[in-house]
């Protein structure tokens, strides 16, 4: 049975930062107000996490900034189904050196041991740390980092369902 855990970000991830021109697939940008600010995102990028998100065996994941307000704002904004996904938090993890997001990530999967992680997040390229871990978890893992002005691109979102639904761990 399938037992992978989907970690999302937010910002640069399903809402690209100074989104223009058009999405990753050629559609129009969808702008939704997320209480407290607006957000722009491809509505098929949502169809497509919403369709991940029922998968049998796939535990999703907030490892974002917005922490509980990714669910509670986001989501009905925007149309994701990620409403009573968990979120982690800073704080705990944000304690010492390190990329907080690492550390919270490095938690959850010591307290729930799946056989497979998909960590999505803009800021990876950047955290040397987290592609060392990354690179020490080898197929168990598969780590995006999209380009933080697009967002996830249609073959980002394609590897991840690939990942997912043909696992080689």
Known sequence: MLNVTLYLDVDGVVCPFGATGTTPWGSAWSVANAGMLEVAYAGELVAGLNGLARLPGLRCVWLTSWEDMAPRYLCPAIGLAGGRWPWLAAEGSGAGEGWWKLAALQEDVAATTPNGIVWIDD???????????????????????????????????NAISAFVAEPVF
């Open 123 to 157: 800021q990876l390229r950047y955290e040397q740390e987290a592609q060392a871990w990354a690179g020490i978890l080898g197929a168990r893992i598969l780590a995006i980092s999209p380009d933080p002005r697009r967002g996830i691109s249609p073959a980002e979102l």
